[in-house]
């Protein structure tokens, strides 16, 4: 025979971990959803000057970016601060062109890491090549050069079969943001599988 009460207090510990787990997430709680979207290392004219790096909102929320920080990984590694109080609005774009950044993206290979206030890194990318006046845009969780630039809009891409920058997903696996979606479903399905046996230990003791 299960017992009633152990079942009970079994509910009330999941309870408790699903209070911790699925608190929202507010724009200064670790703020997830930052991404670097699109990036222009090699452009028709000169790299000094027509340069970008364009990041992404994906929350449904405004973010605030004070403190956070965009570093490149090749040659002469430059740390780009963004202004205090600057803000991302909900589902938005922002543009760092190279004369606001002073990052060099090397045309023969490069990458960048997006950091928040505290230095945890929030994203990253990183390409081998960069084809002149191509763009290396984010595709879902792969990236893709593409011939159309499109700095402070929605990616788009003009090539069918994408190069693969396995680096870059290892990163994108290794930023967290997936677990953390995936724990509230683990445990709402978890609560509803519990629910229902103690529905069916109480209709049977009911019964009995
Ligand atoms: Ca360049
Ligand atoms: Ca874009």
Redesign the pocket.
């Known amino acids: 025979m299960l017992n009633y009460r152990k079942f009970v207090k079994g509910y009330l510990f999941l309870l408790f971990f699903v209070s911790i787990f699925s608190r929202p997430t507010s724009a200064f709680d670790g703020a997830g959803g930052i991404i670097i979207n699109e990036i222009l290392?090699?452009?028709e004219g000169p790299?000094d000057k027509e340069?970008w790096i364009e990041i992404f909102n994906q929350n449904e929320f405004e973010v605030v970016l004070s403190g956070w920080q965009i570093k490149d990984m090749a040659g002469k590694i430059k740390t780009y601060t963004l202004r205090d109080k600057t803000t991302i609005s909900p589902k938005g774009f922002l543009v760092f062109p190279?004369p606001e950044t002073k990052i060099?993206?090397?045309?023969d290979g490069?990458g960048l890491i997006l950091s928040g206030p505290s230095g945890e890194i929030l994203d990253r990318v990183k390409y081998e090549s960069?084809p002149l006046g191509e763009s290396y845009n984010r595709k879902g969780a792969e990236w893709a050069w593409s011939e159309v630039l499109t700095p402070g809009n929605i990616n788009v891409f003009t090539k069918e079969k994408p190069k693969l920058n396995t680096g870059s997903q290892e990163a994108l696996a290794a930023i967290g943001e997936h677990p953390k979606s995936f724990l509230p479903l683990f445990i709402a399905l978890a609560l509803a599988l519990l629910s229902g046996a103690i529905i069916l230990i109480m209709k049977k003791r009911l019964e009995g």
């Open positions: 290392p090699s452009p790299d340069e190279r060099t993206l090397n045309n490069d960069a």
